[in-house]
């Protein structure tokens, strides 16, 4: 394994404490929400929607009791988890290490901090959003630690006292969306780190900011396992995502029997930089893993992204003596020691590696849902 690369640590007491916290979740709310009907719950998470589709820039209606409930019951659960992940492939690499403050830029109800928090303790902690209505409540119903701090303000502007930046991570999670600009004085940080949606537009927005970023002077830590320009960014049918089985917990499925969105699968785009650089990799290359295992016709394939090219790994299930490699979508992969019976096939974005029976050592795993009784 290359150095500074952590273990892959499936049975993590972190994932075991995500699911408690997102169990927890209801019992947090004011008692007046408690009281609500899931059907009841799932009419102001539609109306939430709702609002979104017909006016979607305008401001967030956190003033209103009903909109809150409906963020804290249904986004908040699913940001934390995908936020979680994310900063999961982060600790992998030891990306939070000697990190001790965090901003929460655009913190809504707080489910980025909560994540973070889940992972570390920091030494201070600050959400930031404009509306004060919705920090208020993050305060009072995020499991977030007591010494969390909260400024209304808008995210471009800089504190007056910053706390020390070279340890000091900025986390915006699903807010650029809002606001294309990363705020400058973020650039002063050591850590940044940006989510948003997976879907194609967003993903491929967020993809193209790798370049600014270095420009200012950091280094991506993840998802790219390179620091060459994206390779899927050359055609417009690719983008970047990663994605996490929802470790739902019972009053979720309860809720979501009245919805008709399903969430058994979260994805998410993301960026993970530095201004110091990431570990070095080993004389092997590392890939990412950015698609799904797709079975067809007896032959596997899956898309990897590494040093600047995208290419597909292939296998036959039938063929290999060894077993099917076991990679899902966002993993960090290493190429074997010893290659065997490699075959280089296609090129451009056909290009695909015939494994053969290689095993590519997985450095990087999420858990799954079998996880979860360990
Ligand atoms: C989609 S929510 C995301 C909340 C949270 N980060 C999450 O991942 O669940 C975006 C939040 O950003 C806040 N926001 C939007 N523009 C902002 C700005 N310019 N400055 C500060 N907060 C802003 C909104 O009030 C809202 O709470």
Known sequence: MSQGLHASDKSNSKWLELQAQLARLPS??????????????????????????????????????????????????????????????????????????????????????????????????????????????????????????????????????????????????????????????????????????????????????????MAQGFHIWAPCPHAKPCPLLRDERDWCHDAIEYPAPPWWLDLEAHLPMKNQRLTFSYLLARKTPPPAPSSRPLLRVVGDVLAEKGKSRTLTCSDGDRAFLSWFPNRRQSPEPTCRRGDLLEWPSAPTNFEKRGQDERQEWRIGDADFPILSQLPDRNDSNR
């Open 28 to 213: 947090r709310l004011p008692a007046s929400a408690q009281s609500l009907a899931p059907q009841q719950i799932a009419d102001q998470i539609r109306q939430l929607s709702n609002y979104y589709i017909h006016s979607p820039s305008a401001v967030s209606p956190w003033h209103e009791p009903w909109a809150r409930h409906a963020l804290f019951s249904y986004y908040h659960p699913l940001n934390l988890t995908r936020v979680w992940a994310a900063a999961e492939r982060g600790r992998h690499l030891g990306f939070l290490n000697d990190l001790h403050h965090l901003y929460d830029l655009g913190s809504g109800s707080g489910a980025a901090a909560q994540a973070l928090s889940l992972q570390q303790s920091w030494t201070s902690l600050e959400l930031r959003d404009v509306s004060s209505a919705i920090l208020e409540f993050a305060l009072q119903v995020a499991e977030l630690p007591s010494h969390t701090r909260h400024t209304t303000a808008r995210l471009e502007t800089r504190p007056q006292n910053l706390d020390d930046p070279r340890r000091s991570l900025a986390v915006l999670a699903h807010v650029l969306t809002e606001n294309t600009e990363i705020p400058s004085w973020v650039f002063e940080l050591e850590a940044l780190m940006i989510l948003e949606p997976s879907t194609r537009d967003d993903a491929r927005r967020l993809q193209a900011r790798r370049e600014t970023l």
